[in-house]
Nanobody, 127 residues
C-alpha cells in the first residue's frame, strides 16, 4: 500500500489549497482514508476522514466548516479542499488509510496496527 500527498504550497491568510492523496495497493471503496497534519513542535492531528463506500466523513473541530474531504474512486485519490486558511493551519499534511472506522483512523498513532501512512506535503499560510 502506498499513499502520496501532493499539492501543498504557500498561500496568504484567507486563501485556499486543495492537496491530493494518491492511493495504490488498497481496496479503495471500503477503506477509511484520512488527512493528518503536524506543525513544528506540535503533535500530529487527524483533521478529516472519508469512507468512500458510503461517503461517511468526519472532521476535527479545528477544521470543520472550512475543510472538505473528497474521494475519487476512479482516480484512487482523496483530496482535501481547504478554505479560509489561517497561519495556524501551517503544517506538513499527509494521508493515511486503514480498514477501520474513521474515528479509529483519526486517533491512530504509529503503533496502531494495519494503518498505512504516506509522505507529506507542506502547507504554509503567511502574508
Amino acid at each position: 500500500v502506498q499513499l502520496q500527498a501532493s499539492g501543498g504550497g504557500l498561500v496568504q491568510p484567507g486563501g485556499s489549497l486543495r492537496p491530493s492523496c494518491a492511493v495504490s495497493g488498497l481496496t479503495f471503496g471500503n477503506s477509511a482514508i484520512a488527512w493528518f497534519r503536524q506543525a513544528p513542535g506540535k503533535e500530529r492531528e487527524g483533521v478529516a476522514c472519508i469512507v468512500s463506500d458510503n461517503d461517511d466523513t468526519v472532521y476535527s473541530d479545528s477544521v470543520k466548516g472550512r475543510f472538505t474531504i473528497f474521494s475519487d474512486i476512479a482516480k484512487d485519490t482523496v483530496d482535501l479542499l481547504m478554505n479560509g486558511l489561517q497561519p495556524e493551519d501551517t503544517a506538513i499534511y499527509f494521508c493515511a488509510a486503514g480498514s477501520v472506522p474513521c474515528t479509529t483512523l483519526l486517533a491512530a498513532t504509529d503503533q496502531t496496527p494495519n494503518i498505512y501512512w504516506g509522505q507529506g506535503t507542506e502547507v504554509t499560510v503567511s502574508s
